[in-house]
Each structure stands twice: as structure tokens, then as C-alpha cells.
T-cell receptor, first 112, second 113 residues
Framework: GESVGLHLPTLSVQEGDNSIINCAYS??????FIWYKQESGKGPQFIID?????DKRQGQRVTVLLNKTVKHLSLQIAATQPGDSAVYFC???????????FGTGTSLTVIP | GAGVSQSPSNKVTEKGKDVELRCDPI?????LYWYRQRLGQGLEFLIY????????KSGLPSDRFSAERTGESVSTLTIQRTQQEDSAVYLC???????????FGSGTRLTVV
């Protein structure tokens, strides 16, 4: 099956700094990617998505970058806040596009 | 409802017992998914329902696992003869159409003792 992995399992940042979370995906046929945020005891929550015809997409304080050449995805969080502390997952839609494949996740801790 | 609802939120069961987990998707969402999340790990796909089509069961880890869905409503995931390695959070998600970002429920935390 598809393999979606993350370079860093944990990340600690100071409040107010920018955070960058990276993700490598394996299926070059994937054309839709999503970042999810999962807080303790809750289900994953959609943050931002990007299609393969784009290389950058911005939301509120978040930016997703897609590099199809090296099959790399990143999530940038500007002015990180304590409420951003969570596990972040990237997901790709793989072959067929009807379901998503998730990586292990990166645990982000924001230090006040 | 406003979101995906799962019940129970927590379940402790003895090894060898059967358990049934329930998922109520968002009304009108045709696609429904079950995932398993072991402690500290990512989400493992289990099964996918789309409308009245045959479900994609390719992620079910063994024949002890089964799931049903009635039309485009409630789904139940059944685990027979539970084993300790079945301990995990079982997450349900739904989407209005396949391939669009999911809305997840809060999950059922299953502990097999």
C-alpha cells in the first residue's frame, strides 16, 4: 500500500515562532493531499488541503507546500500558539482516490 | 447531526469477547470509513463504504473484523474474539463524496484485557 512518512516524529517550538512539519509520500499517482491536526482524545481535524496542480496553498496562519518532484509535503504554521500543540498528520489519496493514507504523525509541542 | 458521532467513547472488554462499535455519519454523507489508530501511531485504513456499492474491505486485518452499513446511515464495526493487539482507538469518518476530505468522529477507545 501507499506509504506516507514524516521526517520528525516530535517538534518543540517557542510560542510565536514559525513551525514547519515535513512529510514524504510514496505514491506519485496521488493527486490530493490533506493535513490533519489531532488533539489529545479527539479525532483528526481537517486543516488544509492541496491538489497536485498546485505547489502552494495558504490558509489562516497555515501554508502547505507540495514538491511533486521529490514527493514532499510540508505544513508551515506561522506565529505558533499553545493551542497548536497536537499531532499533525499528512494524508494522500493514493491510487483510486477514494480513501486516504496517513503517516505516523508529528507531535508538535509549543512552549509558552 | 452536526458531526460524526461514535459510541461508546470507551470500551473495556475481556480477551475473547465480541465487541460492536457504532458510527453515525453526517447526514447526507455517502462515504464512510473506519480507521484504527494504535497508541502513538498513524491511522490504519480498515474499511470503506460508498452508498450501496460493495464495501472496500481490503484493510480489515483478519476475519475477526467485520463491518456493516445500512444504506447511507449508521455503520457498525464488529470485532469477534477480541485479542490484546486489538486495543486501539477506532475512528470513523464520513465525507459527502469519496476522495474529499473527511470529517472524523472522536473515536472509540477499545481496551482488551
Amino acid at each position: 500500500g501507499e506509504s506516507v512518512g514524516l521526517h520528525l516524529p516530535t517538534l518543540s517550538v517557542q510560542e510565536g515562532d514559525n513551525s514547519i512539519i515535513n512529510c514524504a509520500y510514496s505514491n506519485s499517482a496521488s493527486d490530493y493531499f490533506i493535513w490533519y491536526k489531532q488533539e489529545s482524545g479527539k479525532g483528526p481535524q481537517f486543516i488544509i488541503d492541496i491538489r497536485s496542480n498546485m505547489d502552494k496553498r495558504q490558509g489562516q496562519r497555515v501554508t502547505v507546500l507540495l514538491n511533486k518532484t521529490v514527493k514532499h509535503l510540508s505544513l508551515q504554521i506561522a506565529a505558533t500558539q499553545p493551542g497548536d500543540s497536537a499531532v499533525y498528520f499528512c494524508a494522500e489519496n493514493g491510487v483510486g482516490g477514494n480513501q486516504f493514507y496517513f503517516g505516523t504523525g508529528t507531535s508538535l509541542t509549543v512552549i509558552p | 447531526g452536526a458531526g460524526v458521532s461514535q459510541s461508546p467513547s470507551n470500551k473495556v472488554t475481556e480477551k475473547g469477547k465480541d465487541v460492536e462499535l457504532r458510527c453515525d455519519p453526517i447526514s447526507g454523507h455517502t462515504a464512510l470509513y473506519w480507521y484504527r489508530q494504535r497508541l502513538g501511531q498513524g491511522l490504519e485504513f480498515l474499511i470503506y463504504f460508498q452508498g450501496n456499492s460493495a464495501p472496500d474491505k481490503s484493510g480489515l486485518p483478519s476475519d475477526r473484523f467485520s463491518a456493516e452499513r445500512t444504506g447511507e446511515s449508521v455503520s457498525t464495526l464488529t470485532i469477534q474474539r477480541t485479542q490484546q493487539e486489538d486495543s486501539a482507538v477506532y475512528l470513523c469518518a464520513s465525507s459527502p463524496t469519496p476522495g474529499i476530505g473527511y470529517t472524523f468522529g472522536s473515536g472509540t477507545r477499545l481496551t482488551v484485557v
